[in-house]
């Protein structure tokens, strides 16, 4: 499904967006405006991964990007029928958000801050607004039409401008220093017209993970409850309820069925997984509930830390 808000004019692409000023990051209108942002590149097959620094338009949630780097991930795909995960291969990414388009994106897209371990050698945690993991398919590539086209506090830290070269950014040795970047496994499971996509990541400290759901159906539905099922290797579960997911009750439907979020979660144990399921309403105020696929957690650190707020 591409998105509504991004056009194709005279080879050129369009998103629309809000502008901001450059110094002061401050909105000029609260209402967004169509700007042209490049020229549009050759779409990669499945199987070829777009470069470092590739400038790109997420095609569902609408924001500016750039690669920081690619990754094969192993997709768990559930299959109802067969009740075991098929295993394939897939492309996934470790992007920055461009700042002018993270607040217009945050409707659909709610991503707090990455916080982890820069390296094994540092004590101290940082923390970095704007990251999300992209499936490939979720890539729009383009050139963009200034020197600057994406605009982030961590870009030049991660990526410097290489006018002579394509894509015009190559990564910093800073970006290769961060394993919290891989994405190993992807987790997918379809129940009751609602797909779960879980993609989790170790931080050094605590684990994230990132969930995108997407409506199937032809009917506007919306999250209401969440339940959890947290088991620690070795340890007892742990059980979490709680009314919708980081403080939203997300409506999806036709015109814009899917939304996406990230959580934290620590254990006090180097391991574990996870199971639960989300309660759905429908129009008529009927419910049902739909899987959130298992997904493990993997560390090679000891931890002793107390769990925090599931969402």
Same mark, same amino acid.
Request: with cysteine; aromatic share 12%.
């Given at each position: 499904?591409?998105?509504?808000?991004?056009? !194709?004019?005279?080879?050129?692409? *369009?998103?629309?967006?809000?502008?901001?000023?450059?110094?002061?990051?401050?909105?000029?209108?609260?209402?967004?405006?169509?700007?042209? /942002?490049?020229?549009?590149?050759?779409?990669?097959?499945?199987?070829?991964?777009?470069?470092?620094?590739?400038? *790109?338009?997420?095609?569902?949630?609408?924001?500016?990007?750039?690669?920081? #780097?690619?990754? /094969?991930?192993?997709?768990? +795909?559930?299959?109802? =029928?067969?009740? *075991?995960?098929?295993?394939?291969?897939?492309?996934?990414?470790?992007?920055?958000?461009?700042? !002018?388009?993270?607040?217009?994106?945050?409707?659909?897209?709610?991503? +707090?801050?990455?916080?982890?371990?820069?390296?094994?050698?540092?004590?101290?945690?940082?923390?970095?607004?704007?990251?999300?993991?992209?499936?490939?398919?979720?890539?729009?590539? #383009?050139?963009?039409?200034?020197?600057?086209?994406? =605009?982030?506090?961590? $870009?030049?830290?991660? $990526?410097?401008?290489?006018?002579?070269?394509?894509?015009?950014?190559?990564?910093?040795?800073?970006? #290769?220093?961060?394993?919290?970047?891989?994405?190993?496994?992807?987790?997918? +499971?379809?129940?009751?017209?609602?797909?779960?996509?879980?993609?989790?990541?170790?931080?050094?400290?605590?684990?994230?993970?990132?969930?995108?759901?997407?409506?199937?159906?032809?009917?506007? /539905?919306?999250? !209401?409850? !969440? @339940?959890?099922?947290?088991?620690?290797?070795?340890?007892?579960?742990?059980?979490?309820?709680?009314?919708? /997911?980081?403080? +939203?009750?997300?409506?999806?439907?036709?015109?814009?069925?899917?939304?996406?979020?990230? @959580?934290?979660?620590?254990?006090?144990?180097? @391991?574990? #997984?996870?199971?639960?399921?989300?309660?759905?309403?429908?129009?008529?105020?009927?419910?049902?509930?739909?899987?959130?696929?298992?997904?493990?957690?993997?560390?090679?650190?000891?931890?002793?830390?107390?769990?925090?707020?599931?969402?």
């Amino acid at each position: 499904m591409a998105s509504l808000n991004i056009k !194709r004019t005279f080879g050129s692409l *369009f998103s629309r967006t809000k502008q901001c000023q450059k110094k002061s990051n401050k909105c000029l209108s609260s209402a967004p405006s169509v700007v042209e /942002v490049g020229k549009p590149c050759e779409k990669q097959s499945a199987d070829k991964s777009y470069s470092t620094g590739q400038t *790109f338009l997420h095609q569902l949630f609408d924001y500016r990007g750039v690669i920081l #780097y690619p990754w /094969v991930a192993n997709v768990y +795909e559930m299959d109802p =029928e067969k009740k *075991f995960a098929s295993k394939k291969k897939e492309i996934f990414y470790q992007a920055l958000i461009d700042d !002018r388009d993270l607040e217009f994106a945050r409707k659909w897209l709610k991503e +707090e801050k990455v916080t982890y371990l820069p390296s094994n050698n540092t004590k101290g945690l940082t923390a970095i607004q704007g990251l999300d993991y992209i499936a490939h398919d979720d890539i729009l590539p #383009y050139t963009g039409v200034d020197n600057c086209p994406i =605009e982030h506090p961590c $870009l030049y830290h991660f $990526l410097k401008y290489a006018s002579f070269q394509s894509p015009h950014y190559k990564g910093q040795p800073n970006l #290769y220093k961060h394993p919290w970047l891989k994405v190993y496994d992807v987790y997918r +499971e379809i129940s009751e017209n609602i797909k779960v996509t879980v993609i989790p990541a170790f931080m050094g400290i605590k684990w994230r993970y990132t969930i995108r759901l997407e409506n199937l159906g032809s009917e506007t /539905v919306q999250l !209401r409850h !969440r @339940s959890w099922k947290i088991y620690p290797k070795p340890g007892a579960p742990i059980r979490k309820i709680g009314r919708g /997911v980081v403080g +939203e009750e997300p409506v999806l439907s036709p015109d814009f069925p899917f939304f996406q979020y990230s @959580s934290h979660i620590s254990l006090q144990s180097s @391991s574990g #997984y996870m199971r639960g399921n989300y309660v759905m309403e429908k129009q008529d105020q009927t419910t049902f509930k739909c899987k959130i696929p298992n997904f493990s957690l993997e560390s090679t650190i000891d931890m002793d830390i107390k769990n925090d707020t599931i969402d």
